[in-house]
């Protein structure tokens, strides 16, 4: 049997494509525990050529704590985005599979530094961790950068009997107001 994993699957990754459903190959596996947070697990990931850093969505503990993924396996991406922490370039897993449990090194892969940003300046240990952890456990309630900045707005209604509807919605920062004070699309 033989291994081929997605070739520049990470540079694909890094520079935002997620239709990839990259093959990667995890080479270090770090638990990472900061309370109140549950235990969330940072990656090594590599395509053969390059390796870079990912942090996995709490959902997915159980793959770690069963066995199911650990240093040499051979997983599938299934679900992914890249964000920015602190000024480097994070992939996050959603979703994954096992391809191939136990598998020797594949390649020489080099930890690939996206050139012409300052994701080449070190950070201190610490506060990589905490922040790629809390904003793992914040998406979808945290901005993303590639995703526009939303806020909730009271939308008041009126009804026979004069009472505001309580629902909320989501309009974009970015619309201008109405005449009665709510915020419509554009």
């Given at each position: 049997m033989t291994v081929e994993l997605t070739p520049n699957a990470v540079v694909a990754i890094i520079g935002g494509n997620v239709d990839l459903k990259p093959l990667l190959q995890v080479t270090d596996i770090n638990p990472i525990r900061l309370t109140p947070l549950p235990v969330c697990y940072r990656l090594m990931?590599?395509?053969?050529?390059?390796?870079?850093?990912?942090?996995?969505?709490?959902?997915?503990?159980?793959?770690?704590?069963?066995?199911?993924?650990?240093?040499?396996?051979?997983?599938?991406?299934?679900?992914?985005?890249?964000?920015?922490?602190?000024?480097?370039?994070?992939?996050?897993?959603?979703?994954?599979?096992?391809?191939?449990?136990?598998?020797?090194?594949?390649?020489?892969?080099?930890?690939?530094?996206?050139?012409?940003?300052?994701?080449?300046?070190?950070?201190?240990?610490?506060?990589?961790?905490?922040?790629?952890?809390?904003?793992?456990?914040?998406?979808?309630?945290?901005?993303?950068?590639?995703?526009?900045?939303?806020?909730?707005?009271?939308?008041?209604?009126?009804?026979?009997?004069?009472?505001?509807?309580?629902?909320?919605?989501?309009?974009?920062?970015?619309?201008?107001?109405?005449?009665?004070?709510?915020?419509?699309?554009?």
């Amino acid at each position: 049997m033989t291994v081929e994993l997605t070739p520049n699957a990470v540079v694909a990754i890094i520079g935002g494509n997620v239709d990839l459903k990259p093959l990667l190959q995890v080479t270090d596996i770090n638990p990472i525990r900061l309370t109140p947070l549950p235990v969330c697990y940072r990656l090594m990931v590599s395509d053969g050529v390059w390796s870079h850093h990912a942090m996995v969505a709490f959902q997915l503990n159980d793959l770690f704590g069963t066995d199911q993924v650990r240093k040499g396996s051979v997983v599938r991406f299934t679900d992914y985005i890249c964000t920015e922490v602190q000024d480097r370039k994070l992939i996050v897993v959603m979703n994954m599979e096992t391809i191939v449990l136990d598998w020797e090194l594949i390649g020489n892969p080099k930890q690939y530094v996206q050139s012409g940003t300052t994701a080449q300046t070190a950070l201190p240990k610490n506060n990589f961790q905490q922040s790629a952890c809390g904003n793992i456990h914040m998406i979808g309630q945290g901005p993303v950068s590639s995703m526009p900045n939303v806020r909730p707005t009271f939308q008041s209604e009126s009804s026979s009997d004069n009472v505001p509807n309580p629902r909320h919605t989501f309009h974009p920062e970015s619309s201008a107001p109405s005449r009665d004070g709510t915020r419509k699309l554009n």
